[in-house]
């Protein structure tokens, strides 16, 4: 099967609601047919409404997209064929469960026992079966939410909009439905365009994530590369913890660059997304990536002093006064291995140039 | 399973204590509904049981010829009754005729039957020519009618202390001699097509109504705050004028030369001398009736559509339905709790409206009301007003049960 790799395509889209500030700015993305894609973000950067504009709620100001190669924008909601899950569920609430999943495809003219397979199959995905003639509001949060998946499901769309669609369930639930989710979209196939501001959801769940900020996707890539390759500052600072330096670029050389950091002390680090000598940046260095008491050679090596100590159950986190950055942060496993850690102790600290990438600043 | 009592630090059952401790709270809360309850009790719930009372209340007559009515008991209702029902007859009109009083039972005997006016008066004034014994003789000499069998059955009818007669007549039904139920004669039927009207006006100003309001309501419950508030305020501003104030404001708008019929003229659709009459008909009384009724609809619309979230909209569209199969299948029957409320308000409302129909309204367009006030105020027939009060009272508790029959009083929402 030849797989259709601009299946949702948004071509240079604007969109402004006021005429004066635009909230999504020139965006480009392509959504391959069959992909998980998050769209990842702050509240506020713009991932809500290009949902909306994909559903049809919203009109892009300027631009076009495309489903399956044909453009929608002028296509009215009801017509696109693209299922949703809404933040808080939006089931009928004056309809019953099957009601409910019966609802598109009585709208469809779908014969009643082609609909009632349909159903059947779309709520024993969500293992919901026996549950047909419960009304929502007796339904627990977590199987309203499933009820919502299957209901937008149920219709066989070519696409699946969700937007925060685990925003209000509890922690453990949102997980266990995490994967359900993934599980679904791996057993049917179907394109699925995500929103969240969770980023472990994101990481979790995905093919490739777009993280946005500012009406801008900052960064789309795999999930892993997201968080081992940040392309600038909002990433690294939004995708996971981040260890931070802000300095200027003293001497670039291939792939490592010199940095004087503002404390005066030289690093060593990999030059992502500076160009010259005597530019500002910003290094990031995740805190798994810090070693303590190195035993190999590293490029860097210095001392720091233990601040605080965080007990985390799997592992110890450390607070560390390292080179004028008194919020480094360190993660010590909680292995059989001991460290003496105690507060006011110094400890050496070594790091590859490779995972310290220096970025722009911010 | 323990059956071992719990047992508080005073060696009573904690059970009893508990209880004891509740009990003490429950009649504290009783004592601050206790003014309430009372303002009810003589307020509302004392004046509806006398009318109730009132309107079937027939004991008046009874007590002014007691004699007389004893005596009919043993009467067989074929032949003309013994002469001891006329000695009876005579002690109880001199007793009346004494103390000034026979005028009361005259209205009374009257409306039973036409004819006893005269015939009581006529008697009364020969009362004091009569002589002991044989009065029989003497009654029928003074006014022939004392021999026609009729006027005996007819006091005999109005012995009991209670009667439904007024009730009878709210709906142009009278009893015959004999106690048979019939109609009234053709033209003397006023009240079924008074409360036909009622009913009519009733119905279609809660129709008339929820066109204008779901419109609006809708409108204010999705506008942004800062216009739904002005909106709002809109709606409400004539809640917060006097009745009185509107209602003459529609007199002066719809009279015959005021500015809506002005504008009729003006667009040619009616000529200058021939302007129609919008007024002392039952257009005024729709007009004006709907316009005041009003937020009694948006109100409770308005706070059912303030709670469905723009998003079941928003669903019902992503999945297939076009924006009028998603309004019919999901928004109107969410807002089927609010319409309930609103119809059932209006409504009643309307039913029992008084003033606007009153002087709006002219004789096309009155209402049951307005003919209950003119038996309180004008004829005095508070026993007939208060049995047309509980015919109302009786149509609204029916509407009531009728509506939670078809769509369940749970289902009603007002916010």
């Not at chain 2, 005579?90 to 000034?100: H, R, W």
């Not at chain 2, 005095?380 to 009728?402: C, E, H, P, T």
């Amino acid at each position: 099967m030849s797989k259709n790799n601009e299946f949702v395509k948004f071509d240079n889209v604007d969109k402004s609601y006021d005429g004066k500030v635009l909230v999504v700015k020139g965006l480009d993305l392509n959504i391959a047919e069959g992909e998980f894609i998050t769209m990842l973000g702050p509240s506020g950067s713009g991932k809500t409404t290009c949902l909306m504009m994909l559903a049809g709620f919203e009109t892009p100001t300027n631009g076009e997209i495309y489903l399956d190669g044909a453009v929608i924008s002028n296509i009215p909601p009801h017509k696109r064929g693209i299922g949703m899950v809404f933040q808080n569920y939006a089931l009928f609430p004056h309809m019953t469960v099957y009601e409910n999943l019966a609802f598109p495809l009585k709208v469809r003219k779908i014969p009643k026992d082609e609909a009632d397979k349909k159903i059947d199959k779309a709520l024993s995905m969500v293992s919901l079966h026996g549950f047909e003639a419960r009304m929502p509001m007796q339904l627990s949060g977590g199987q309203q939410q499933r009820v919502a998946v299957a209901r937008s499901l149920v219709f066989d769309p070519q696409v699946v909009l969700m937007d925060e669609p685990l925003g209000a369930l509890d922690k453990n639930l949102r997980e266990n439905m995490q994967y359900e989710i993934k599980h679904i979209h791996e057993s049917i196939g179907v394109t699925v365009v995500y929103v969240t501001h969770d980023q472990t959801e994101a990481l979790t769940m995905s093919n490739r994530i777009a993280v946005f900020n500012d009406g801008k996707v900052q960064q789309l890539s795999s999930p892993d590369k997201l968080y081992e390759e940040p392309v600038n500052s909002f990433v690294a600072e939004f995708i996971g913890e981040n260890n931070k330096f802000a300095g200027e670029v003293l001497d670039i050389s291939g792939d490592k660059c010199k940095v004087k950091l503002n404390s005066g002390t030289e690093i060593l680090a990999n030059p992502i997304a500076v160009k010259a000598k005597g530019e500002k940046t910003t290094v990031s260095l995740r805190p798994e990536r810090a070693l303590i008491n190195p035993t190999d050679k590293m490029d860097n090596n210095h001392k720091g002093k233990i601040e605080e100590i965080i007990y985390h159950g799997d592992h110890t986190r450390l607070r560390v006064d390292l080179l004028g950055n008194k919020e480094f942060i360190l993660k010590v496993p909680n292995s059989t291995a001991k460290l003496e850690l105690k507060k006011g102790n110094e400890l050496n600290i070594g790091w590859n140039s490779v995972d310290c990438r220096a970025l722009d600043p911010k | 399973m323990s059956t071992e009592k719990i047992l508080s630090s005073d060696g009573l059952p904690l059970e009893v204590s508990l209880k004891k401790a509740e009990r003490k709270n429950k009649m504290k809360a009783m004592m601050l509904v206790a003014p309430l309850f009372l303002f009810i009790l003589i307020t509302y719930l004392m004046p509806i049981g006398d009318m109730l009372f009132r309107s079937v209340d027939d004991r008046m007559i009874t007590k002014m010829l007691p004699n007389t009515f004893t005596s009919l008991e043993k009467w067989n209702g074929k032949n003309l009754p013994e002469e001891q029902v006329y000695a009876a007859l005579y002690e109880d009109l001199s007793y009346l005729k004494k103390t000034k009083t026979y005028g009361k039972i005259i209205a009374r005997l009257n409306y039973e039957k036409g004819g006893f006016s005269s015939l009581i008066k006529k008697t009364v004034r020969k009362l004091g020519k009569f002589e002991e014994g044989n009065y029989k003789s003497q009654f029928i000499e003074t006014h022939k009618r004392w021999g026609d069998i009729n006027y005996f059955i007819a006091l005999r009818n109005v012995a009991p202390n209670w009667s439904y007669v007024k009730y009878l007549k709210g709906v142009d039904l009278k009893l015959d001699q004999d106690g048979n139920i019939i109609q009234q004669p053709e033209d003397r039927r006023i009240y079924k097509t008074l409360w036909l009207r009622t009913l009519k006006v009733a119905f279609w100003v809660t129709v008339f109504c929820f066109i204008l309001a779901y419109p609006i309501s809708h409108l204010l419950a999705t506008l942004p705050m800062k216009y739904s508030n002005l909106l709002m305020i809109c709606v409400l501003l004539p809640f917060w004028t006097s009745l009185l104030v509107r209602t003459s404001s529609w007199m002066v708008l719809l009279q015959q030369q005021g500015p809506i019929n002005d504008f009729i003229v003006m667009l040619g659709l009616a000529a200058n001398d021939n302007r129609p009459e919008l007024m002392y008909n039952v257009i005024g009384t729709f007009v004006a009736m709907t316009q005041i009724l009003l937020p009694f609809m948006v109100l409770p619309l308005y706070s059912v559509m303030k709670t469905i979230s723009p998003s079941l909209m928003r669903a019902g569209k992503s999945l297939g339905g076009t924006p009028f199969v998603a309004f019919r299948k999901i928004y109107f029957p969410l807002t089927v709790p609010g319409i309930g409320a609103g119809s059932l308000l209006v409504f009643i409302l309307a039913i029992g409206y008084y003033i606007t129909p009153a002087l709006v309204g002219g004789a096309s367009g009155s209402l049951i009301s307005n003919t209950i006030a003119y038996h309180m105020k004008s004829s005095l027939d508070w026993a007939f007003a208060s049995a047309l009060g509980a015919m109302l009272l009786a149509g609204v508790l029916v509407i009531y049960w009728l509506y939670n029959k078809l769509v369940g009083i749970d289902n009603i929402k007002l916010g």
